[in-house]
């Protein structure tokens, strides 16, 4: 089980931190992913890291203002967003897999419920 946590609503410019604790899985063997959608729009990627944390990737969207990263003794995974823009505004989910580290949503197997983020201008 995975439960995103930190979305609100936040001014254009600023900075929110979301949270992903996962329960059930061998957290630290499973690459994590951070995706999401915008009312209209197809689910997106957005960062993903490999279960060492060694590795990470990031839609060129949001390279140089998100950083994810995770807390394997803690079970969590974090998405640290900064320099927000209205077009950021979405739902963000977290995602985890059993394998590799892969930018395709297709690839995960487990899902959190998705915490909306809302950026204002």
């Known amino acids: 089980q995975l439960v995103e946590s930190g979305g609100g609503l936040v001014q254009a410019g600023g900075s929110l931190r979301l949270s992903c604790a996962a329960s059930g899985h061998t957290f630290s063997t499973y690459a994590m992913g951070w995706f999401r959608q915008a009312p209209g729009k197809e689910r997106e990627f957005v960062a993903a890291?490999?279960?060492?944390?060694?590795?990470?990737y990031y839609a060129d969207s949001v390279k140089g203002r998100f950083t994810i990263s995770r807390d394997n003794a803690k079970n969590t995974v974090y998405l640290q967003m900064n320099s927000l823009k209205p077009e950021d505004t979405a739902v963000y989910y977290c995602?985890?897999?059993?394998?590799?580290?892969?930018?395709?949503?297709?690839?995960?197997?487990?899902w959190g419920q998705g915490t909306q983020v809302t950026v204002s201008s």
């Open positions: 995602a985890a897999r059993a394998g590799p580290l892969s930018l395709e949503s297709a690839d995960f197997g487990s």
């Open positions: 890291i490999s279960w060492t944390g060694g590795s990470t």
